[in-house]
């Protein structure tokens, strides 16, 4: 969506900067990315929807590229990180497994990482890797953005991160305004499709196809005034029937007409579109912009929108609950039907049920009286065929003063519910009712009728009741249910990886999502606990010590921590304990502000402790008290981070050799390899030196400049450096000289082999497993000195390290 779209949203801009604090909006640096800008939360805050996404913190507008990838949902979405009102435009990002519980994660793309105006777009799985863009073993998430054109991001590491595809440039060129590509796959031609809006002549979108996702031929264009942004076109089956494909396109007003698509051209006898969301369908109201997923597991088409209304201390907007879109056959034609998905059962926690009640307005009864409920489902029938009531509904979160924040009203002389028409189907009217603290979702007839609100909902427990009223006489109730609804908010970790399985559990501390992890705060021992168990196993992480006294791994433990807890300690010692004995210590150098890499293996009572990456452990004890248990990791005494916690020998592959130590920037060990992360230059260096030598490894550029092997160096990385760097060069250069370059591509996220060999002066670089160097020079300021890794303002990933 672009900037203004109109006075309403405006108008909404502005009474938001008025009334709630923020900060400028801001664009980010490759040193920071992926970055994470929120604030704790529990989720608990007035209005804040308990089974509706809403931002962690700041400002989010259209769902952007939602698709099932590698196992999760992912709902990416247009979002200021920075601020309260809308600016800027990155795109947020969270998974769910199940499409209820979400997870915020990092941001996914960041102005000033990832070129181009980073309006609304979709996003596909390629997985047939038809874009040649996959690298690993996960299939590609592939995302589309821009303005006046559109432009390719790809990520192969399940929407960690993005890099941008031929450096951001715009792959179609658009001349006339345009945004929100939208792709999807055409399985009749094999072949991919996206629909673009764009005002050439006036709303309508430009279809274009493409084999790979890549290269896309202009179609056709379908014009139609109501077709203004935000545009979606999917299948679906006429009544659920194989044989019987619509095409459906949408616009972000959740407008929509049925046709056909020939893979090329949209076509439709339709004189005009139909309203799928009766709320207020403009940006900034209670439904807009609304996108299906793509690549769902089970073949369900799926969707959310935004939702503008609702907002908090923290947040602005929400999405709707997600829901199922079916196409049905009506006296009227073909007509879309939109049902919540079935996993809302999973936060039910209470149910009770009515049948054959009369709701009578002169007795005054409420058959929903015993119950006081925040967030809940309500389903109900009701026979009219005899009703003398004028009126008839629901007070939700009534007050015993007569008062309620909302009413559903059902007006049976009007036929309408909420306002907007609904005939009753065989005399009856059905309606299913989704409350949460600042979202009200009406659904009628079967799905046809839906009806998206934000309503800021008091939750104080004398404003939780519920009443079933009758206006004017009587109507039948055959049935009804009511269900209780828990939160979905905290079943998994944001910034935390690690391969073990969860919940998690905190004993003892404050533990929050940083950036760099998970961050603890304690004033003695804090542990926190996964629900991954083992008895021998290997097991690793990175620790950073800020005003903490020590920081470790824990494991065999019971889930209060009690177990073995190997530690770096700022007094200068690693340490391997126990509740009651300290079972080994070792005097080594702790600095609090860097990363530590600690790394466990256990078999039997043996119990080996590794440091920094070194090829022999640090500490070889043995001890019986514990055989088996939890893993999780402890902070003693004040501040720390812990991230990749990770079972397992994956890790990071080099030559044998001691302590490895970090001479500017950040670098971890993920079981892809060392991650590194810069904004300036960055060395991690081993403590083996040489003077001639074959040095080789596998090196990427994740996001940013360069990366490359640094040998013959003293102890603060200068020295020799043969790195790769995204400006298209290998380049072999030293402190104040860049000695030999060679030009060839070099992509963010492609991973690269590269080869020095040294002969006194004479250095050799060999690229790609190419038989011949790519540079030959002679150089002779260095003639021995340590070997490691370097990265240039960058995100990196170095791997299988080796020296002949």
Same mark, same amino acid.
């Given at each position: ?20 604090? *923020? ?65 800027? @435009? ?43 863009? =996959? ?58 499709? /996206? ?80 309203? @799928? ?26 969707? /959310? ?66 119950? $006081?409920?925040? %967030? ?11 009703? %003398? ?16 924040? +909302? ?15 609904? $005939?009753? +189907?065989?005399?009856?009217?059905? @309606? ?11 659904? !009628?007839?079967? *799905? ?9 909902? &008091?939750?104080? !427990? ?10 004017? *006489?009587?109507? $039948? ?40 992890? =998970?961050? !603890? ?7 926190? /606990? ?144 060392? =991650? ?78 590269? $080869? ?20 030959? !020079?002679? &150089? ?25």
């Amino acid at each position: 969506m672009r900037r203004r779209v109109g006075a309403l949203l405006v108008a909404l801009i502005a009474s938001l900067a008025a009334l709630l604090p *923020g900060t400028p909006a801001a664009a980010g640096t490759v040193g920071d990315y992926p970055e994470f800008p929120y604030p704790a939360t529990t989720y608990s805050e007035p209005f804040r929807g308990q089974f509706h996404f809403s931002s962690r913190s700041g400002w989010m507008n259209d769902p952007n590229g939602l698709v099932y990838a590698n196992g999760l949902y992912h709902f990416y979405y247009q979002h200021n990180p920075h601020g309260l009102d809308w600016d800027t @435009m990155h795109w947020g990002h969270a998974t769910s497994p199940d499409l209820v519980h979400w997870t915020q994660k990092p941001i996914a793309l960041e102005p000033g990482v990832h070129a181009g105006t980073l309006f609304s777009g979709g996003g596909v799985v390629d997985k047939d890797n038809t874009s040649g863009l =996959k690298t690993g073993s996960l299939d590609p998430i592939v995302v589309f953005s821009n303005t006046d054109g559109v432009s390719v991001f790809y990520s192969n590491d399940n929407g960690q991160t993005f890099q941008a595809y031929d450096k951001g440039r715009k792959q179609i060129e658009i001349p006339n305004e345009s945004r929100d590509p939208k792709v999807f796959w055409d399985a009749a031609r094999h072949r991919w499709a /996206m629909v673009v809006w764009s005002n050439q002549g006036g709303n309508g979108v430009n279809i274009y196809t493409s084999p790979n996702l890549l290269d896309w031929t202009l179609a056709s264009r379908y014009q139609a005034p109501w077709l203004f942004e935000c545009p979606d076109m999917f299948p679906l089956a006429l009544d659920g029937k194989s044989g019987q494909q619509r095409w459906v396109l949408t616009s972000a007003s959740s407008q929509y007409v049925v046709g056909s698509f020939d893979g090329t051209t949209f076509r439709t006898d339709w004189t005009g579109p139909e309203q @799928m969301d009766l709320g207020t369908t403009y940006a900034g109201g209670t439904f807009y912009a609304a996108q299906t997923f793509t690549n769902a597991p089970d073949g369900r088409t799926v969707q /959310m929108a935004w939702q503008g209304g609702n907002r908090g201390s923290t947040w602005t907007g929400n999405s709707t609950f997600p829901v199922t879109l079916d196409l049905i056959s009506t006296p009227d034609g073909p007509r879309i039907t939109r049902t919540p998905v079935a996993e809302l059962g999973s936060l039910a926690s209470e149910t009770k049920s009515w049948k054959n009640e009369t709701v009578n307005a002169a007795k005054g009864a409420n058959l929903f009286s015993g119950i $006081k409920a925040d %967030t809940y489902e309500i389903t109900a029938q009701f026979d009219v065929k005899g009703a %003398t009531a004028t009126q008839f509904g629901f007070d939700l979160h009534a007050r015993s003063d007569g008062s309620a924040d +909302r009413s559903v009203v059902y007006d049976t002389k009007a036929q309408t519910l909420r306002g907007k028409p609904l $005939k009753p +189907r065989n005399g009856k009217v059905t @309606m299913r009712l989704l409350v949460d603290r600042g979202q009200l979702e009406t659904f !009628a007839d079967g *799905g046809l009728y839906s009806l998206s609100d934000n309503v800021d909902f &008091d939750s104080a !427990a004398d404003s939780q009741g519920i009443r079933l009223f009758a206006v004017g *006489g009587k109507v $039948k109730l055959d049935s009804a249910t009511f269900t209780r609804l828990n939160t979905s908010w905290g079943t998994a970790q944001s910034t935390l990886l690690s391969n073990l399985k969860g919940p998690w559990h905190a004993v003892g501390g404050a533990w929050t999502d940083v950036s760099g992890g =998970k961050r !603890a705060s304690t004033g003695g021992d804090g542990f926190y /606990m996964s629900a991954g168990s083992g008895s021998d196993a290997v097991y690793q992480g990175d620790l950073t010590l800020d005003t903490a006294r020590a920081a470790g791994l824990t494991f065999r433990a019971n889930s209060s921590g009690a177990g073995y807890t190997a530690n770096i300690d700022t007094s200068g010692v690693v340490k391997l304990w126990r509740p009651g004995k300290d079972i080994a210590v070792v005097s080594t150098p702790i600095t609090a502000g860097r990363t530590y890499h600690l790394k466990v293996q256990t078999n039997g009572s043996r119990i080996r402790v590794w440091l920094d990456n070194g090829a022999d452990p640090v500490i070889d004890a043995t001890d019986d008290a514990y055989s088996s248990g939890l893993f999780g990791v402890n902070v003693y005494n004040g501040t720390a981070t812990v991230q990749n916690l990770n079972t397992g020998t994956a890790g990071f592959s080099a030559f044998p050799a001691g302590r490895w130590t970090p001479r500017g920037g950040t670098w971890t060990v993920t079981p892809d390899g060392l =991650k590194g992360g810069s904004s300036q230059d960055g060395f991690y260096l081993s403590d083996r030196t040489g003077g001639d030598f074959s040095y080789e490894g596998d090196l990427s550029v994740t996001n940013g400049t360069a990366t490359g092997l640094t040998f013959r160096a003293n102890s603060s990385g200068a020295g020799y450096t043969a790195n790769i760097d995204t400006s298209g060069v290998v380049k072999l250069w030293r402190p104040g000289r860049d000695i030999a370059t060679h030009t060839t591509p070099i992509v963010e996220g492609r991973t690269y082999h590269l $080869k020095v060999r040294t002969d006194g002066s004479r250095i050799r670089v060999w690229f790609g497993n190419g038989a011949d160097p790519v540079i030959d !020079a002679t &150089d002779d300021a260095y003639t021995s000195g340590l070997f490691g890794v370097n990265g240039y303002a960058a995100n990196t990933l170095a791997q299988n390290l080796t020296i002949g």
